[in-house]
């Protein structure tokens, strides 16, 4: 178990190193998971009002998911935008069937909302929650491609 105390300097050190990175307006993808959660809680501490939170609802939550994690913002104190992208997401998975190919369209769909968010704020950042076990299964480098993921890698060569 790690003492209180030295967890308390991993955060330190967290808000620390976000605040030295980060000097204009942030953008990040808050899925309510612990990981993007995390990220925005400590991006939040570290550059407060510069940070713009938004929850993409795809229109495949579970029932009142998007109210849970809008709550669970709300309490943190930490403004959070939704954005209903649930037509598009439909409209791009329409006779896509083979399951690599649904991880990318959501992928580059996910990818397109934050371009539109991020033209919207004028983001200078992305801040990202992102686990070690999605970087390896995205492969990449030597590594090969277990299954990907939507927030890791695969970006359109168009992104903005």
Known sequence: MIPVLQTQ????EAIEALQSQIDDTAIIACSGGIDSSVAAVLAHRAVGSLLHC??????????????????????????LKV???SERFFRNLEGV??????????GEQFIR??????????????????IAPDWIESGGG???VI?????????PEDVN
Do not use: W
């Open 9 to 12: 300097m991993l955060v330190d």
């Open 54 to 79: 938004v929850y993409v609802d795809t229109g495949f939550m579970r029932k009142g998911e998007t109210e849970d994690v809008v709550a669970m913002f709300a309490d943190m104190g930490i403004e």
């Open 83 to 85: 954005v209903d992208a």
């Open 97 to 106: 069937t083979e399951p690599e190919a649904k991880r990318h369209v959501i």
């Open 113 to 130: 909302v934050f371009e539109e968010e991020q033209a919207v704020c004028g983001a200078k950042y992305l801040v990202q929650g992102t």
């Open 142 to 144: 030597n590594r090969d």
């Open 147 to 155: 299954k990907s993921h939507h927030n890791v890698g695969g970006l």
